[in-house]
């Protein structure tokens, strides 16, 4: 495993992170021994949001943690906050720290390294977003923050009030929801894929040395689910069996390797439940795409190139 600094952070983190939003449904030693087979091939960042199962997904991590006390300190949390489930965003003080004190408490934990704000609100008041930060930070609650699904604006408004460094950008990217990708490859054309959707999201954090963690690395969308084996990508998955035979691994693997081979340096938070999938997932380590290969697997479902 590949470990890298986050800038602006003394966090040393593995190349890929265990995601667990779809750990709710499974049972503690399931999820123990998912833990066991993200600690054994060397993942040390685990994320989380207090709304995953409804809490339930960290009730269960915690659960491990308290089983296994020699955990904790091996491993960089996250979590994030400020979705009140099935109704709005809310960034007021109030809700953050209950937000931060619930998740503490099911995460059964001090602290947690890393607090997202999960998505923008619209009626965020950024000097009220920083007086809470620096509340967190202060009684050591949170050691680091970030945000979710933000644009660099979005971002930069935060940054004007906020005083501690955003450090992490967490966003949905995959080889088929590629829009991050798309305008700029696409600028000043009349495709629809030319429309700047994000504000040049991916440059900005790359020119403010914010961490990008892909999410959803393997799903086409909510309805359809993973591409993988999808028959409605069919041209996609054409690509990755073909590339997955040269390389000697899996199309998982190489729909990793696609976002790896990216200069920007992601992070995916793989979502996985199964230790097996996973251990498939991190062979993505072991070979670099060419250029024509991102390529060709990036374009292979008929997007735009001008
Ligand atoms: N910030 C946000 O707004 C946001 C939104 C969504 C998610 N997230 C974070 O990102 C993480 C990842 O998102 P995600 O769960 O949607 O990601 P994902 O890694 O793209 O998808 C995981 C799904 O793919 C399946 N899968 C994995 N490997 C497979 C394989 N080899 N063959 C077939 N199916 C396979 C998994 O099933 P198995 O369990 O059976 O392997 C699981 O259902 C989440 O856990 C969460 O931490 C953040």
């Known amino acids: 495993?590949?470990?890298?600094?986050?800038?602006?952070?003394?966090?040393?983190?593995?190349?890929?992170?265990?995601?667990?939003?779809?750990?709710?449904?499974?049972?503690?030693?399931?999820?123990?021994?998912?833990?066991?087979?993200?600690?054994?091939?060397?993942?040390?960042?685990?994320?989380?949001?207090?709304?995953?199962?409804?809490?339930?997904?960290?009730?269960?991590?915690?659960?491990?943690?308290?089983?296994?006390?020699?955990?904790?300190?091996?491993?960089?949390?996250?979590?994030?906050?400020?979705?009140?489930?099935?109704?709005?965003?809310?960034?007021?003080?109030?809700?953050?720290?209950?937000?931060?004190?619930?998740?503490?408490?099911?995460?059964?934990?001090?602290?947690?390294?890393?607090?997202?704000?999960?998505?923008?609100?619209?009626?965020?008041?950024?000097?009220?977003?920083?007086?809470?930060?620096?509340?967190?930070?202060?009684?050591?609650?949170v050691k680091y923050f970030g945000v979710s699904n933000h644009t660099g604006m979005q971002i930069e408004l935060l940054k004007k009030y906020v005083k501690q460094p955003l450090i992490i950008n967490q966003l949905q990217l995959s080889v088929i929801h590629s829009v991050l990708i798309d305008s700029g490859l696409n600028m000043n054309m009349v495709e629809p894929y030319a429309a700047d959707k994000d504000g040049a999201t991916l440059d900005y954090c790359r020119l403010n040395d914010i961490l990008i963690q892909p999410w959803s690395s393997l799903q086409a969308s909510w309805a359809d689910g993973t591409f993988i084996d999808n028959p409605k990508y069919p041209k996609t998955n054409e690509v990755l069996a073909s590339l997955a035979e040269k390389y000697h691994t899996n199309k998982t693997a190489v729909s990793l390797a696609w976002l790896l081979r990216h200069p920007a340096g992601f992070q995916p938070i793989i979502g996985t439940t199964s230790p097996f999938h996973l251990k498939q997932a991190l062979e993505a380590e072991n070979f670099e795409l060419t250029r024509q290969e991102w390529y060709d697997l990036y374009l292979a479902e008929g997007k735009p190139l001008p």
Request: aromatic letters at 10%.
């Open 1 to 141: 495993m590949k470990y890298y600094n986050i800038k602006n952070t003394d966090l040393k983190v593995s190349n890929a992170a265990l995601g667990c939003m779809r750990i709710e449904s499974k049972s503690v030693e399931e999820v123990e021994a998912l833990v066991a087979a993200a600690l054994d091939a060397g993942i040390n960042f685990f994320d989380h949001a207090d709304i995953y199962g409804g809490g339930k997904s960290e009730e269960l991590f915690g659960e491990v943690l308290k089983r296994n006390p020699g955990y904790r300190e091996k491993m960089i949390l996250q979590t994030k906050c400020a979705i009140v489930p099935g109704k709005r965003y809310d960034f007021s003080k109030e809700y953050i720290m209950s937000c931060v004190n619930g998740s503490l408490k099911r995460l059964q934990t001090d602290y947690i390294d890393i607090l997202l704000l999960h998505r923008p609100d619209a009626l965020c008041d950024p000097a009220e977003v920083a007086e809470t930060f620096d509340e967190l930070y202060k009684s050591g609650k």
